[in-house]
């Protein structure tokens, strides 16, 4: 079955504001990556986290190996995080990709 | 920095020929490279995974009979998508991460694959 649950898979904000997106893993995973695929199709690395929490500007992610989730935040979105942001656990070398959070940022 | 690179972006084949696509690491060494394939509607789903000096592993719906890999040395890869047909469509993506370095794995911008 699946191993990453990823959520929200549609979430709209207004500039300015913030959220969270979710991933559960039903088993201990290693680490976990969080991405953004851009409007070009490419797929942007945003963090990567073996345990604990790290920052980059307006975007914050944590992983909890033993409880089973990572989060990221976003604050003050700008139109330019538009886009679909994916969570990948790491299991045995390989990367399992959540669903995806389609993310729409409205003026 | 460390990028990758894959071509062709997008393809057009004819159901029941074979495409290949092509995967390159530059700025590390690419000690293994991960083929995926993100379907119409679906999340990415891995194909295999290659790392130097061991055997390529197939995932469960996936064979090398059907998906050939090359991983001759730590820069380059390649996959064939062989006797392609409607259900392989999809981007195919190549992640590579050096185990000597960041575990972070980097991605290719993708081989957009339309069967015809």
């Known amino acids: 079955g699946d191993q990453v649950e990823q959520s929200p898979s549609a979430l709209s904000l207004h500039e300015g504001t913030g959220s969270a997106l979710r991933c559960n893993f039903t088993?201990?995973?290693?680490?976990v990556q969080w991405f953004r695929k851009n409007s070009r199709g490419s797929l942007i690395n945003l963090f990567y986290?073996?345990?604990g929490t790290k920052e980059n500007g307006r975007l914050k992610s944590a992983f909890d190996s033993k409880e089973r989730y990572s989060t990221l935040h976003i604050r003050d979105a700008q139109l330019e995080d538009s886009g679909t942001y994916f969570c990948?656990?790491?299991?045995?070398?390989?990367?399992?990709f959540g669903q995806g959070t389609k993310l729409s940022i409205k003026p | 920095g460390a990028l990758v690179y894959q071509y062709p972006r997008r393809t057009i084949c004819k159901s029941g020929t074979s495409m290949r696509m092509e995967c390159q690491a530059v700025?590390?060494?690419?000690?293994?490279v991960a083929w995926y394939r993100q379907s119409p509607q679906k999340t990415f789903e891995l194909i295999a995974l290659?790392?130097?000096?061991?055997?390529?592993?197939?995932e469960q719906n996936f064979t090398q009979e059907k998906f050939p890999i090359s991983h001759p040395n730590l820069s380059f890869s390649s996959m064939t998508v062989l006797n392609a047909y409607l259900e392989d469509r999809g981007l195919y993506l190549c992640?590579?991460?050096?185990?000597?370095?960041?575990?972070?794995?980097?991605f290719g911008p993708g081989t957009r694959l339309l069967v015809l």
């Open positions: 700025g590390f060494q690419a000690t293994s």
């Open positions: 290659s790392t130097v000096n061991s055997a390529i592993k197939y």
């Open positions: 992640g590579a991460r050096d185990w000597g370095g960041q575990d972070t794995q980097y």
């Open positions: 986290l073996a345990s």
């Open positions: 088993t201990t995973m290693r680490a």
């Open positions: 990948a656990a790491e299991v045995g070398g390989k990367l399992i």
